[in-house]
Nanobody, 128 residues
Framework: QVQLVESGGGLVQTGGSLRLSCAAS????????MGWFRQAPGNEREFVAF????????DYADSAKGRFTISRDNAKSTVYLQMNSLTPEDTAVYYC?????????????????????WGQGTQVTVSS
């Protein structure tokens, strides 16, 4: 059973940056595909970023491309999301998620239903 714990959220002004972290325990993190999703009030949970187990393949939602960077440190069992140039539209609860399945297709890794392990979420609020 994998446990995921996010940290690094907070309040930031428009144009600012935040770095989210997600620490994993209880599983073989280095073999897991990892992702970040977010959910704003009244909205469905949406895909933000994905990274394969080896860190060599990443993908992003259009809203995140060019501003967010996902990375992982398998030695520390941690995945990160560096978020730059934040806008109020980025305000949401950000969730870390993982799966032992090596997804190679966006159809799968961009869907919340493809993941079995979730963190509790961390709030990101961007003020205008």
């Amino acid at each position: 059973q994998v446990q995921l714990v996010e940290s690094g959220g907070g309040l930031v002004q428009t144009g600012g940056s935040l770095r989210l972290s997600c620490a994993a325990s209880g599983g073989t993190f280095s073999t897991y595909a990892m992702g970040w999703f977010r959910q704003a009030p009244g909205n469905e949970r949406e895909f933000v970023a994905f990274i394969r187990w080896n860190g060599l393949n990443t993908d992003y939602a259009d809203s995140a491309k060019g501003r967010f960077t996902i990375s992982r440190d398998n030695a520390k069992s941690t995945v990160y999301l560096q978020m730059n140039s934040l806008t109020p539209e980025d305000t949401a609860v950000y969730y870390c998620t993982g799966s032992p399945t090596d997804y190679g297709a966006r159809y799968y890794y961009a869907r919340a239903a493809s993941y079995g392990y979730w963190g509790q979420g961390t709030q990101v609020t961007v003020s205008s």
